[in-house]
């Protein structure tokens, strides 16, 4: 039954529990806050949170250096206060996924120490060593202009190491069988503590064999379809979504044949052409994107998003698209990051209430599943001051009190956004909570529409002719019910006129506001759309009495 996949109609919420919400008063976000706030996100109607690594770390890449797989780093809570969290969230109907990060370790790692100190232990070829500096000691770096290498010499192993990520991160090698049988352990212990899947770190690069002077190294997808099965075989509706930027003929290598490899990617392509569309209201890239990542099995899906923890990564555009969203998004040095990609959260990038509405109901509405981040909803700002991708990851803004009511601390892991029109005491949950028109309001109002709108996950899509090169129309059916969803990405207003041949009663019925568009007998309809404007209508009477909930 295709309705079993939950993960094709869930709404994700991504956070990071240093901060979400901070209650035993040391600055950093701990379960125990999290937990008071498992309310705040049933309200808001997610009913997936994808928790960013809370294991125990040295935390030099925001928890991506994991040093105790099977732990909760002692700033978070305990394993006591993570399964009361997980009890709790399960009680609000809330599922939880986690980071899987097994590319690499943190160098603090006991396997990685062992490693390093005694080359006959077991766990030096857990890593992957050259004894020589490889020719390409400083190729294929992540985090350009930042990291210097990806070979880096080890005194105490008299080796270079490879790392893929920041020298502190060094690979694992995923060719030898003990590492993936350790990973399918990993993998048990948090499914056995309730979680339901992974989000998993840096897929490309787990799959590769890397060695010394090996530029491409090629990629093993049966590690894929292999931790697949393992995690299948104990526990039949988990899910794997994957953190992969790649192009979209490759993507069809992660899914697996018939869908025996990951279930979920981030649609990163289809993610960089909706900012170019939002740049330019140009938007035949993004449906070139559209078109060229349909036709998946279907048990496989895409994961939509607008920003993440990281840059606004815009590698896969053409050197010209780039410069055009550079330009109208992040025209500072200060906001670009590793030559590719812009650190700034979505409010104060797009500048607007209309775009940012329109940003977000097309991200609802792509082939998918949403995922939004914590902050997003209330229109966070971002803090350049800070370095790197910290400046997305300022503490969650919940009230007008000291500290945002985030903590009582009065140092904190990053600070408050305090100054200018994204400060705390203007941009906050308490706040937009009373005002009926916040964004927050207006964010509970589209979880609902998305969730009353199961054509997105489960159904058929195609995209209708408008005649605009700035107006996109997407068709969804599904079952006996059809859904048109029309986005127009220019700051002026047109009249458009799109077919839809299968609405026999010549409504269109608006789902947002109490509208109407009538078709003529061919099904043609003319539709006005708004500077901005976003429309979402059920074309048949089935559909719709499905919505008033009379069936
Ligand atoms: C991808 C994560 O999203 C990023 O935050 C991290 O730095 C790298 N993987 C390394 O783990």
């Known amino acids: 039954m295709i309705e079993d996949l939950w993960y094709k109609n869930a709404v994700i919420y991504s956070l990071d529990l240093e901060t979400f919400m901070d209650l035993n008063g040391d600055g950093i976000g701990d379960f125990e806050g999290l937990n008071r706030r498992l309310d705040y996100l049933h309200t808001l109607g997610v009913d997936t949170i994808w928790l960013a690594p809370f294991q125990p770390t040295p935390n030099h890449d925001n928890g991506y250096d994991i040093k105790d797989y099977y732990g909760v780093d002692p700033r978070h809570g305990s394993s006591g206060t993570f399964v009361e969290f997980m009890h709790q969230a399960r009680r609000r109907g809330i599922k939880v996924i986690i980071d ?40 294929g770096m992540v985090f350009p202009g930042v990291q210097e290498a990806t070979w ?178 992040g025209p500072e040095k200060n906001m670009q990051l590793y030559d590719r990609g812009i650190r700034r959260r979505l409010a104060p990038m797009l500048g607007n209430r209309r775009q940012s509405e329109l940003a977000y109901s097309l991200m609802f509405s792509l082939p998918g599943t949403p995922v939004i981040r914590y902050g997003d909803e209330i229109g966070m700002g971002d803090d350049l001051s800070l370095k790197e991708r910290n400046a997305v990851r300022t503490p969650m803004q919940w009230s007008p009190d000291p500290q945002a009511g985030f903590s009582e601390a009065d140092e904190l892991i990053h600070p408050i956004i305090n100054e200018g029109p994204y400060a705390y005491r203007h941009v906050n949950v308490e706040r937009q909570t009373r005002e009926p028109d916040s964004l927050l309001n207006w964010m509970v109002k589209l979880i609902r529409l998305r969730k009353e709108c199961p054509e997105i996950g489960w159904g058929e899509w195609e995209i209708l002719e408008t005649g605009r ?36 009663d010549r409504e269109l019925n608006e789902l947002l506001v109490e509208e109407k568009v009538i078709g003529d007998k061919k099904g043609n309809y003319k539709i006005t759309m708004q500077a901005y404007g976003y429309r979402w209508f059920r074309a048949s009477n089935l559909s719709e009495m499905i919505h008033r909930g009379q069936k």
């Open 100 to 139: 899987l990060v097994v590319n690499h370790t943190s160098d603090q790692h006991p396997w990685f120490q062992e490693a390093r100190s005694d080359e006959n232990s077991k766990y030096r070829d857990w890593y992957v060593w050259s004894k020589e500096r490889p020719s390409d000691w400083d190729k």
């Open 152 to 329: 880096t010499y080890d005194k105490k192993a008299k080796a270079y190491y490879f790392h893929r990520f920041y020298k502190f991160q060094p690979d694992l090698n995923m060719d030898n069988p003990e590492v993936r049988n350790e990973i399918r352990r990993i993998i048990g212990y948090w499914l056995e503590m309730g979680v339901a899947g992974f989000r998993v770190d840096a897929v490309p690069f787990i799959l590769e064999t890397p060695a010394a002077g090996k530029a491409s190294p090629e990629l093993r997808f049966e590690y894929l379809r292999e931790f697949r099965r393992f995690l299948q075989w104990r526990k039949g509706d988990a899910i794997l979504l994957g953190e992969a930027n790649v192009l979209p003929k490759e993507s069809q290598r992660y899914f697996g044949d018939e869908g025996n490899g990951i279930h979920m990617m981030f649609n990163f392509y289809v993610n960089q052409r909706v900012f170019y569309a939002l740049a330019t209201a140009d938007i035949s890239p993004l449906i070139e994107a559209m078109k060229s990542t349909r036709g998946l099995f279907p048990t496989s899906q895409w994961a939509n998003f607008l920003r993440n923890h990281d840059e606004l990564d815009l590698g896969r555009l053409t050197e010209e698209q780039r410069q055009k969203v550079f330009a109208r998004f």
């Open 469 to 504: 090169p700035e107006v996109l129309a997407m068709l969804y059916t599904w079952q006996e019910s059809s859904l048109v969803v029309i986005h127009n990405f220019d700051e002026k207003a047109y009249e458009i006129t799109i077919q839809v041949n299968d609405s026999p």
